[in-house]
């Protein structure tokens, strides 16, 4: 009876062992599963916003500004100019310092330091060293876009809606679109202003609005874009042959 007994009160020591030792594991899963959540709360917090550098993060994500925010992209544009009837056609490519810009009339390229603009009509160019510059204008792009400090300074006003200034009095769509708007306090400082209107289609950026006010003078344009893409064709940044161009001295 005595080791019945015994038996008994060892089968139910070993049980309540087991339910305490599973109780502690499920507590040590528990905890590590909420420290884990804590952990990538706090990376998440901790992550630099891919816009941030641009100014842009107040903006939804969407297509163009991911591949914006990349500085390697090319885009084609048609450029609506306020108080003229014409549209310009745009290229602009950009590979971190390297840029590239072509209209109907001209072209212009900034590869490794070195600017040279060209005037496709009357075949003639001018062009600039500034290559000593170079390395620091990368290590600040570069800095920027790790650290997301505003490199542009652009400052976010709002949001609203309203039909495209000037593509909607040059064209057929009237239809309002959801903008965010950006104005540039340092300019605003000097008595001078830029606003920056970026309109919403169908969850991306399509058309770019500029303001700009010098004293009297105010120049109003609309970028509409036909493309943005990461994939900028070879050769986009060789700088051409312009020996039969006529230098104009800056």
């Known amino acids: 009876m005595k080791k019945r ?4 009160l060892i089968a139910a020591l070993m049980v309540l062992m087991l339910a305490a030792c599973g109780s ?3 507590s040590s899963d528990q905890e590590g599963a909420e420290a884990a959540e804590s952990e990538g ?3 998440a917090e901790d992550a630099v916003h891919p816009y941030a550098w641009l100014g842009l993060q107040d903006m939804p994500e969407c297509s163009y500004l991911d591949i914006l925010s990349t500085k390697h992209f090319i885009k084609e544009s048609d450029m609506y100019i306020g108080g003229m009837s014409y549209v310009s056609k745009e290229t602009n490519a950009e590979d971190g ?6 209209d109907e009339s001209s072209k212009r390229y900034s590869v490794g330091g070195r600017i040279l603009s060209i005037n496709k009509n009357n075949k003639t160019y001018m062009e600039e060293d500034m290559s000593d510059m170079a390395e620091s204008a990368q290590e600040q792009y570069t800095s920027a876009m790790e650290n997301g400090t505003n490199l542009y300074g652009r400052s976010f006003t709002g949001t609203g809606s309203e039909a495209v200034p000037i593509y909607s009095e040059q064209t057929d769509d009237k239809s309002e679109y959801e903008y965010y708007e950006y104005h540039y306090p340092e300019l605003e400082e000097s008595g ?3 606003i920056e209107r970026f309109y919403l289609k169908d969850g991306d950026v399509f058309a ?3 303001k700009t006010t010098w004293g009297d003078t105010v120049i109003e344009s609309t970028e509409i874009i036909n493309k943005m893409s990461g994939d900028i064709p070879e050769g986009t940044f060789e700088l051409p042959d312009v020996s039969d161009y006529e230098k104009l001295e800056l």
């Open 208 to 210: 770019i609005y500029n």
């Open 41 to 43: 709360s706090a990376a």
């Open 192 to 194: 001078d202003s830029y």
């Open 24 to 26: 502690s594991s499920q």
């Open 97 to 102: 310092i390297n840029t590239f810009k072509e």
């Open 5 to 8: 007994l015994f038996i008994i």
